[in-house]
């Protein structure tokens, strides 16, 4: 059994960006490991290239399976590993060499079901953002912090929780995940690792943090979390409803916040996106009609206002009431 098995769904990504990250995979310092390249469908670039991987560092397997999402895929690749312990690296990121030696030592350390470690976003220039959880490992998170934690799943509010809810950044005890058999839901547009690890923090026992920058995120703009979709904000929005009750009451100003957001998330994805086929009107009358309805407008009477811009205190005190007024001038400044 290999000490870890690295999960990477692999599906549209370009060449040179793949074999970046390829390469920091063979550059492990942990060599007991495998790496699951698990190809989404067909792509007989992409399949070559991957092949080539596995001929030049046999820890690479390579598998292909028809074309089911990102979530289906990871799903995939946890039921066809070996390791002791899981994780994810997405085919457009790249790791740093010594991660995941260090990330296995403290695991093994403290019999960890989680380990998680910080991450650096990359924008196109080259500049990297990053903010540590921690200024030193922790063992083991306290209660105190594994429930501020837990809250950044709804709504992340500052940088350095970004790696603690990503799907990336993390070792997954392979006995802890089969003891509950977490998976992926497939028909979540986003959100899906926010929901995935929610339900893992609900039941792991020592969960540890490695004080190192370990992973690098690609900021690309032609990504998924900026192509268009057609589902808007109704699809966007439903990962919020996987989170229990007694979680949502707890927590109610942060899943109106995150409403809020997710309602800007869809302007750009869906209703504003250069690749939406409807008329203008129709896009906004289509946008209009769904903020109007119940459940986002309960979701609006849960924002706390008090630190928000006088805009945006205006809005959604407006969309409290179904009044979409903001919306269309928003609309004709963009269309104008």
């Given amino acids: 059994m290999p000490q870890v098995s690295i999960i990477v769904p692999v599906y549209n990504v370009e060449v040179g960006y793949l074999k970046q990250m390829a ?22 670039v992409l399949e070559q290239q991957c092949q080539e991987f596995s001929r030049q560092d046999k820890r690479f397997v390579v598998f292909k399976k028809e074309h089911g999402g990102v979530s289906d895929t990871r799903n995939f690749g946890m039921m066809h590993s070996q390791g002791e312990y899981l994780s994810f690296v997405d085919a457009d990121d790249w790791i740093s060499p010594d991660v995941y030696s260090n990330a296995y030592r403290l695991a093994k350390e403290n019999d960890s079901d989680i380990v998680f470690w910080d991450m650096a976003k990359v924008s196109p220039d080259g500049t990297e953002k990053k903010e540590a959880y921690e200024k030193q490992t922790v ?19 500052h940088l350095k929780y970004g790696a603690a809810i990503s799907v990336c950044c993390k070792l997954i005890k392979r006995e802890f995940w089969a003891k509950y058999q977490f998976l992926f839901d497939k028909n979540l547009a986003i959100g899906e690792d926010r929901i995935f690890f929610y339900s893992m923090m609900q039941k792991a026992g020592t969960v ?20 268009y979709q057609a589902g808007g904000l109704p699809y966007l929005i439903r990962y919020l409803n996987a989170f229990d009750r007694d979680f949502f009451a707890a927590n109610r100003a942060l899943f109106g916040r995150e409403a809020y957001r997710l309602l800007t998330v869809s302007w750009g994805l869906t209703y504003m996106n250069d690749q939406n086929p409807d008329s203008y009107w129709t896009r906004m009358k289509r ?3 769904e903020v109007r309805k119940d459940y986002f407008r309960e979701y609006m ?29 928003r609309g004709l400044a963009k269309n104008c």
């Fill in 23 to 44: 390469s920091s995979l063979s550059s492990q310092t942990l060599t007991d490991a495998e790496f699951l390249l698990v190809l989404d469908g067909d792509n007989d």
């Fill in 139 to 157: 063992a083991a998170l306290s209660d105190e912090q594994r429930t501020e934690l837990m809250k950044q799943f709804i709504w992340v509010r």
């Fill in 208 to 227: 540890s943090y490695l004080n190192e920058c370990g992973y690098f995120y690609r900021q690309d703009p032609s990504s998924a979390t900026h192509r």
């Fill in 287 to 289: 946008l209009s009609g």
């Fill in 301 to 329: 009477r849960k924002v706390e206002c008090a630190r928000l811009s006088l805009w945006k205190k205006i809005e959604i005190a407006l969309l409290r009431h179904g009044i979409t007024l903001t919306l269309w001038i």
